[in-house]
């Protein structure tokens, strides 16, 4: 069920780069923010990194990920929202129900991915 998950992740985020001009040279900027440390939101955040760089999507050179983490704050977690949308990410992942909702509230220009 988890693998599902990561792999119709991955398969969006395929089809958000062609949307959003992510075959380019420049490197896409992933934000991703996760409210607290747990073994499954954590396994989410490596599923989908690990999709992408499958994808060609490698930390260094095609792409660039921002990872931040509110240690159940929820404060923080806005203020990470905030400082992704800042950052001018090209997608965020918001891994959790309280980090979606300050992503959506952060921004409406920047796709969420959650």
Do not use: C
């Not at 119709?8 to 959003?20: E, I, Q, R």
């Not at 989908?48 to 404060?75: M, P, V």
């Not at 400082?83 to 796709?111: C, F, M």
């Amino acid at each position: 069920m988890k693998r599902g998950m990561v792999l119709l992740w991955a398969g969006l985020m395929v089809l958000s780069g062609a949307l959003f001009g992510f075959g380019s040279e420049k490197a896409v900027k992933f934000g991703i923010s996760q409210i607290v440390e747990h073994p499954a939101l954590d396994a989410t955040r490596k599923g989908f990194i690990d999709q992408l760089e499958e994808q060609g999507y490698k930390s260094g050179s095609r792409a660039e990920y921002l990872y931040k983490n509110a240690q159940n704050n929820r404060a923080v977690s806005g203020q990470i929202a905030r400082h992704l949308v800042g950052e001018k990410v090209d997608l965020i992942l918001a891994i959790s129900t309280p980090s979606a909702q300050d992503a959506a509230a952060a921004t409406q220009e920047i796709p969420i991915l959650f």
